[in-house]
């Protein structure tokens, strides 16, 4: 194909072809490859036509190759596309006129890099305006990133739970502590109840600008954040906000991402929460060694005093040790020491640089305040736990706690129990114990020791639950496990004493006095006004004396003198033994551990435990009021009182039947024992044995106070079944829970 020129064309003129494009199949564009690429390229006569018809450098070019796709129209630019897709038409026209005289100076400022009219390593260093602009832009990002950052951090509804735990303390009768008991040692103080020196010599060491402080420290947070990413040890500056926000929502893991979820959440709360009630927490859940937690029981376990009466130099040492109390404790090595004393001498010198301690005062400061070698709280272990057992018991049935809200802890409970007389019992008992382990060794290894004692308004004095609650966990005092034997009989006296005897089955009562004759002999057959009484295996059932031996007929207070059975056990079938048994549970026996309604219950076949036993006694010496015992008299939760109601004295049997069977009492301690208190003393007691000398008691009342003894044999490692004494109990003459009783009921100053 040949091109004809027209005549009229000139050489400066310019011809352009405009091939159409037809858009050509798959399938016919495949079949006409070969044919495509070879007109591809042009033949000579063409080409030199082509060059004319260009005009332009490619004839130069005659061996150019000619682009192998059809020209396509130009594609629109971005922002046309845009607009049109947003439909921001009316938009663009109003900031047409913006634009346009904002891209001139756009264009000026767009950087060029590498930097032109620069060579070799200067081309790539930035110039001001770009070092400037990177800046702006970097802190214009960064400050976008820690505003988003900000609002979707949340602070929790609920408290770290360990770090809400708190422990419990128990205190003696006197108000001192006793022990204390839970995970943690804390007790909660509101900020008022600490002083101000104590406050401030906390600050001072950790943060003295708390108050003027936004939650953060932005210095400590870039010096923490070098020392984790680099060394990676920790390194201080968190204000005390954030260590708080630490103690109570997060871990103590030492990581970037912790450290800025702390920061985040410090600045958060120094918004919502005063900066008294974040002061408060910190001070409240902080470590302070020693196992505990807080300002109060760290005042406690190093000084053994509350926080209210901790001065400026103590406080100082205190702070010291929330920079770690593993090296500032001074008890433990004499580099803490070292350590503890340079740390408080700079922490009262900085008291008095920030205006809160005197120059003056600072003066009377010189010298270190030693700590207590060791923790007075953590004081468990022994009798102790049997007595914390007891309390934790009463404290949540008397007051409504739940166990989880109990385990929570922040309770101070303060017992009835009077440390001098627990620690008597405990000594006697336990030299009682050391004697049987001397004189019969195999015997003894199975004996049990039991004791309580309980005044007449209820309160538990003392009480000896074994060895060692951390080898014997169940409490000897509140164990039912043996029967009462004779020691019962004075409930049997006072139950005929208050509801009279029936001869005939539908006759009235007729009134027992303590002249009331009864047959004393040896196995007196039992009789019920249709007979004698005839048990299941068809046997006559009958009363046996201590010894075998018979009295004839015996008055019923002489009888409970020279404690002669078998006329309570007959008195009991008079009466009827459904009003003994509401007797013993009006004077304080648990319904629980009442025998069966059978001639035997009146010999004592109720299992009641030594706690009870004083308990009923103590009825008798209240003039007949019963006061069920109780552990605890009252109970704080970090220091508010916690609503506990005690228990309120009831009549259980007649004044004059309880004055009865007091006197029937002395008689029978002053025969047995004639030196066994001053004549003065008021004093009534009962030895109690079992038929099939299993157990062996004592109880009496000294001076208004009821103690119960027992003493009997089980081999754990066997079964439950209580065992033969075998003369470990001792004899009549030399018994040993009179012993222990009498070695208790000693008055002490």
Known sequence: MQLKVPDSFKADETVQLRVPVQRISDESERHTKSESTISDIPSPEVAGSSDRIRADNSADQPHRRKNRNPRKAPRPPFAPRLVAALRLAPLLAVLAPLIARLTPYARRMRPQYPRPGRTGWRRWVPSWRQSLGASLAGVGLSGLLLAVAYAATDIPDNLNSYATQQDNVYFWADGTPMARTGWVQRQAMPLEDIPEDVRWAVLAAENASFYSDPGVSFKGITRALFRTLGQGDTQGGSTITQQYVKNVYLNQDQTVSRKFTEAMMALKLDNRMSKDEILEGYLNTSWFGRGTYGIQRAAQAYYGKDVSKLNASEAAFLAALLKGAGLYDPTLSGANRDRAVERWSWTLDRMVAIGKLSQAERATYQKFPEPLKRNPLYDTGEQSDYLVELASQYAKKAAKISDQEFD??????????????????????????????????????????????????????????????????????????????????????????????????????????????????????????????????????????????????????????????????????????????????????????????????????????????????????????????????????????????????????????????????????????????????????????????????????????????????????????????????????????????????????
């Open 408 to 749: 929570l802890g922040g309770y101070q409970i303060y017992t009835t129990f009077d440390k001098k007389r627990e620690d008597r019992l405990t000594e006697v008992v336990t030299k009682a114990r050391k004697d049987a382990l001397k004189d019969q060794p195999k015997i003894a290894r199975t004996a049990h020791y039991g004791a309580a004692s309980v005044a007449p308004d209820g309160r538990i004095l003392a009480v000896y639950g074994g060895p060692d609650h951390r080898e014997q966990g169940y409490n000897e005092s509140n164990a039912t496990t043996v029967p009462a034997g004779s020691a019962f009989t004075p409930f049997v006296y006072a139950a005929g004493l208050e509801h009279g005897v029936r001869k005939t089955r539908d006759g009235a009562a007729t009134p027992v006095t303590g002249d009331s004759l009864y047959n004393g002999d040896d196995d007196v057959p039992v009789t019920t006004p249709e007979g004698p009484y005839w048990d299941r295996s068809g046997r006559k059932v009958a009363a046996s004396n201590d010894g075998d031996r018979s009295y004839g007929q015996i008055s019923l207070h002489r009888a409970m003198e020279l404690s002669v059975n078998t006329p309570f056990m007959q008195l009991g079938m008079d009466t009827g033994l459904d009003r003994v048994r509401s007797t013993a549970e009006a004077a304080g026996l648990l319904p629980s551990s009442i025998g069966a309604q059978v001639p035997a219950l009146s010999m004592g076949s109720s299992t009641p435990s030594a706690i009870r036993m004083a308990s009923g006694y103590s009825t008798f010496a209240a003039a007949g009021k019963h006061t069920e015992p109780y552990s605890v008299r009252r109970i704080t939760h970090n220091g508010t009182a916690v609503p506990l109601e005690l228990p309120r004295p009831r009549r259980a049997v007649g004044a004059d039947v309880a004055e009865e069977v007091t006197s029937a009492l002395t008689d029978a301690f002053r025969t047995a024992h004639p030196d066994g208190a001053p004549a003065t003393a008021k004093v009534a007691g009962k030895p109690g044995t079992t038929p099939n000398d299993t157990a062996a008691w004592y109880v009496g009342t000294y001076e208004s106070v009821s103690t119960a003894v027992v003493v009997y044999r089980i081999d754990l490692a066997k079964s439950l079944e209580p065992l033969p004494l075998k003369g470990i109990a001792g004899s009549a003459d030399d018994s040993v829970p009179y012993g222990i009783w009498s070695g208790a009921v000693t008055p002490v100053g």
